[in-house]
């Protein structure tokens, strides 16, 4: 069974970079397609935000295409999540994601 755990920092400020990394077990980020990255904002509903494929490749949704990057570092079997100039409105819980399996999430607030 796959496991996944969202890991980063907690707060961040506004016009910085929002770095979170998603470790995975049971399973290889270098098999499969779209080990995604997923969000919710306090009382919105979930927003897919992008995805890393088994090569490396990568797909955004075009409305955060322009702030996003997501990586990966195959060596420790985790990929992440880079979301640059945040504003208070990327304030939400931050889930990775693949097929059925969810990481259990981790809040990030964008707070001066």
């Known amino acids: 069974q796959v496991q996944l755990q969202e890991s980063g920092p907690g707060l961040v400020k506004p016009s910085q970079t929002l770095s979170l990394t998603c470790t995975v077990s ?11 990255w997923i969000r919710q904002p306090p009382g919105k509903g979930l927003e897919w935000m992008g995805a890393i494929n088994y090569d490396g490749s990568t797909y955004y949704s075009p409305s955060l295409k322009s702030r996003t990057s ?29 097929f059925k399996y969810w990481g259990q999430g981790t809040q990030v607030t964008v707070s001066s």
């Open 26 to 36: 049971g399973g290889s980020i270098t098999t499969n397609y779209a080990w995604s």
């Open 70 to 98: 997501i990586s990966r570092d195959t060596s420790k079997n985790q990929f992440s999540l880079e979301l640059s100039s945040v504003t208070p409105e990327d304030t939400a819980v931050y889930y990775c994601q693949i």
